[in-house]
């Protein structure tokens, strides 16, 4: 079971100019714990993704950060949180070279290769949460 430490914000993503600053924040958590580069790069690619995913499906939406720890080890969680359209199949969403958005399909399946642990919800109408988990040594 994870816990939550108090280390946790809010960022509100409306535009492409939203990005990089979500990034650099990101990026600022993995450096806290002492992450290496590496995973640093893992978790930076996997938020880019999502977060341009956020905006060009989901129209913008809200994004926590936070560090998070299970015990023995640390780690920085991501949600992303969007009130677009939903996804209709999320198993087809997650399959490699699916895409409705012309591009090579491996955002959602590429991103959940690049994390620890991957969670999507959606609902048709009420928009989709994704929450990403990168340990510091995973």
Excluded: C, H
């Amino acid at each position: 079971m994870t816990t939550i430490t108090n280390n946790k914000e809010e960022a509100l993503i409306v535009k492409e100019q939203d990005v990089v600053p979500l990034r650099n924040r990101v990026k600022e958590y993995g450096v806290k714990i002492g992450m290496s580069i590496l995973n640093q790069t893992k978790l930076i690619t996997a938020t880019s993704e999502l977060v341009r995913n956020l905006l060009k499906y989901g129209g913008g939406g809200k994004v926590i950060i936070e560090s998070v720890s299970n015990g023995r080890e640390n780690g920085v969680r991501v949600t992303f949180i969007d009130n677009g359209p939903g996804i209709a199949d999320i198993e087809l969403a997650m399959k490699d070279g699916y895409s409705t958005g012309k591009s090579l399909g491996l955002g959602l399946p590429g991103t959940k290769r690049l994390v620890n642990e991957f969670d999507i919800k959606s609902e048709l109408g009420n928009g989709t949460t994704v929450t990403i988990t990168k340990w510091k040594n995973g």
